[in-house]
């Protein structure tokens, strides 16, 4: 038995006996005016006393204790442990029963009450210990997607800046090579017309691109800030597909673009320029990742409820299901596989992470699906409509918007 169990199990006995005489010498000092049944009463709480503060055996010594205090002072014959009266000897054993019964009742209420509390110390410790696995798997997830990110970033920056720069770079520096002194220890580049203008042609459209993905990013950053303001104003939805296509035309000039509108479809209620820039992103994916040749599909339509459903479909090699959702993460495509630079579309993979961003920045919603027959990525989108209040709204709020020309 440990040391500290031992001394409190003493300290309950002394208790007990202390407790016992003290009571009895209190109720002796008032008395034949006492009655057996109070000094009883006053007993047994001595006894639950003990037994809720010191456990069953001390408890179980002050019932017997109190039994032998109650017959040899208040039973008569007084002074005796002989008992005369037959009623007495039932309500000595009833006294002893009932002393013992509470006794052990207290102990075991103040078990459950000592276990209850065990118990919930243990359910708070692993509660300690689930949330901090939880906060050093997150911290740790957290991490992992960080180098993801990071990954992604020095995957696009060396792709997508080194290779127009590159291109730039040997442009102007066939130029100059051009324009040197023609010694005769130097070798001799000569460029007709042709040339010329072909090289700066390289050098205008690599220095659209880099500038393409600087917009990207700032876009990006302006999304996941929360800075993106919408200039919302009535007009329909055929009129953004038109500037989409407008824009998008040297890149579907191999390519079939058929447009489906309803006839009864309302205007919306909508910022046109950002919602033709999600129209052009997804034209823009469609003709890269289709083969020449193939059609482009654009329908829009009324969706359930106060919405309007647009969709971009191509007969391109489709995107799996699982990867279906991850290609809205920004730089997903610079990642999702081997491909190597030469082989895979340009772009930096913030196209529809911007898009995303754009539709669900007017309450909207983007996702992909199969195409017509399981061929090919239909991407669709839908636009609430829009009401007078949200108008109000809209021209009050101040700020004028930007949206980025990122290819995907």
């Not at 029963?97 to 708070?124: D, F, M, N």
């Not at 289709?290 to 482009?296: E, L, Q």
């Not at 754009?358 to 992909?368: D, L, S, Y």
Request: with cysteine; glycine share 8%; charged share 25%.
């Amino acid at each position: 038995m440990p040391i500290k169990t031992r001394n409190a199990r003493l300290a309950g006995y002394i208790v007990a006996v202390v407790g016992i005489a003290s009571v009895t010498a209190a109720l002796r000092l008032l008395g034949e005016s006492i009655n057996s049944t109070t000094v009883a009463l006053a007993m047994l709480l001595v006894v639950l006393f003990v037994a809720a503060s010191w456990g069953s055996r001390p408890a179980i010594l002050a019932s017997v204790l109190g039994v032998l205090g109650l017959n040899f002072f208040f039973l008569p014959p007084v002074g005796a442990f002989t008992i005369a009266d037959p009623d007495n000897w039932i309500a000595l054993i009833a006294f002893l029963i009932t002393a013992v019964t509470a006794g052990q009742l207290s102990v075991r209420v103040s078990r459950r009450a000592e276990e209850a509390q065990a118990g919930r110390l243990e359910i708070k410790r692993l509660y300690d210990e689930l949330r901090s696995a939880f906060e050093r798997a997150s911290h740790a997830e957290a991490l992992r997607q960080s180098e993801r990110l990071k990954t992604a970033l020095l995957d696009a920056v060396t792709h997508d800046l080194r290779t127009p720069l590159t291109s730039i770079k040997a442009s102007v520096t066939t130029l100059l090579d051009e324009l040197k002194t023609k010694a005769p220890e130097l070798p001799s580049v000569a460029l007709n017309e042709e040339g010329r203008r072909e090289m700066l042609e390289v050098i205008d459209e690599e220095c659209d691109r880099l500038n393409r993905f600087i917009e990207g990013l700032v876009e990006m950053a302006r999304i996941e800030a929360g800075e993106f303001r919408l200039r919302r104003r009535w007009g329909t939805i055929e009129e953004m597909i038109e500037m989409a296509l407008a824009r998008a035309k040297n890149l579907t000039d191999r390519h079939r673009v058929g447009v489906e509108i309803d006839r009864n479809l309302p205007v919306v209620l909508v910022d046109a320029r950002a919602v033709s820039e999600v129209i052009y992103t997804l034209v823009d994916n469609a003709s890269k990742y289709s083969p020449a040749g193939t059609p482009i599909h654009i329908v829009a339509s009324r969706d359930k409820g106060e919405m309007i459903r647009a969709s971009v479909e191509d007969r391109g090699p489709g995107i799996p299901a699982e990867l279906r959702e991850r290609v809205f993460d920004k730089f997903f495509r610079a990642i999702r596989d081997g491909a190597s630079n030469r082989s895979r579309p340009s772009g930096t993979g913030m196209g529809l992470a911007i898009a995303r961003g754009i539709v669900e920045a007017h309450n909207g919603r983007i996702w992909i699906e199969s195409g017509k027959g399981g061929l090919g990525t239909k991407v669709v989108f839908t636009l609430p409509i829009g009401d007078e209040e949200e108008n109000l709204q809209a021209k009050e709020a101040p700020g004028e918007p930007s949206y980025a020309r990122a290819e995907d």
